[in-house]
């Protein structure tokens, strides 16, 4: 549908409206950019960006190191080899061992600390798990074996001999 005088002529619009509304409408037509002369200064505007930004490389940054070395940390205390240390001295005992490129497996380098702080770490068996609870009374005694009522004989212990 065609946005024209006639169009708003038919709907209704006054006739001095028309004409404002016209000179707009050609104005803002006057005024527009095609698609391919933005799409060229949009990938203007991109190359210039990528010249000024540095390239790095966010495997080298420091805090990348970091997040790595806490990541394999949280992972290395989630293995049996941690169990027997005491958990507020876990930090401590991780600080204590080497974590080059070839170092020894943990198991080996915490127990040689071990021997030498034997303080922090369980040397118990671990707690066992507490038992599941129990709903109700326990089931205790013999079966009834049915109403008895006590009699005068009984009370006063005669009747069978």
Do not use: C
């Amino acid at each position: 549908m065609a946005f024209s005088r006639k169009f708003l002529i038919d709907n209704g619009v006054p006739e001095d409206k028309v004409d404002v509304i016209m000179a707009e409408r050609n104005r803002t037509l006057n005024d527009y950019v095609p698609k391919g002369d933005v799409q060229a200064q949009i990938d203007a505007a991109l190359a210039e960006a990528q010249k000024a930004a540095p390239v790095v490389n966010v495997t080298e940054a420091e805090e990348y190191k970091a997040l790595l070395a806490e990541n394999a940390k949280i992972k290395a205390f989630q293995t049996d080899d941690f169990n027997a240390v005491k958990k507020p001295y876990l930090d401590i005992v991780w600080g204590k061992l080497d974590h080059g490129e070839k170092h020894k497996p943990y198991a080996e380098q915490l127990t040689a600390i071990a021997e030498t702080m034997p303080d922090l770490f369980n040397t118990h068996e671990p707690e066992p798990k507490p038992a599941a609870p129990q709903f109700g009374a326990p089931a205790v005694g013999a079966m009834p074996t049915g109403n008895t009522k006590p009699t005068f004989e009984s009370l006063w212990g005669l009747g069978k001999k």
